[in-house]
């Protein structure tokens, strides 16, 4: 599912709705952005344990936790999230390091 091209435009339209969005490919699931700050990871959001993320077999659990369905139904409670995800992703930013030029 965290590919599924369908499922994430649906959530992208149900996250759009509350505060712009874009997304991309990564470890294995897709990324959400608002702005430049990472908030949200899309890897399993339908596992019932609601576990942390393991982005490949024996690797050590991500502090990323899948969000519960019944969030992304409720267009309200959805964007209590978002706002506190956003909020701790700006908080925690850390500033960009320096490119390093081509030789």
Avoid: C
Avoid at 25 to 40: E, K, L, P, R, T
Avoid at 61 to 75: R, S, V
């Amino acid at each position: 599912m965290p590919n599924d091209k369908a499922q994430i435009e649906a959530w992208m339209a149900q996250m759009n709705a509350h505060t712009p969005v874009r997304t991309r490919a990564m470890f294995g699931g897709h990324g959400f952005y608002a702005g430049d700050i990472f908030f949200a990871l899309a890897a399993d959001f339908e596992s019932h344990g609601m576990e942390p993320f393991v982005p490949w077999p024996e690797a050590a659990p991500m502090g990323y936790y899948p969000l519960p369905t019944a969030i992304l139904n409720d267009p309200e409670e959805l964007g209590v999230w978002m706002d506190a995800a956003i909020a701790v992703a700006e908080a925690n930013k850390k500033p960009a390091r320096p490119r390093k030029k081509k030789a």
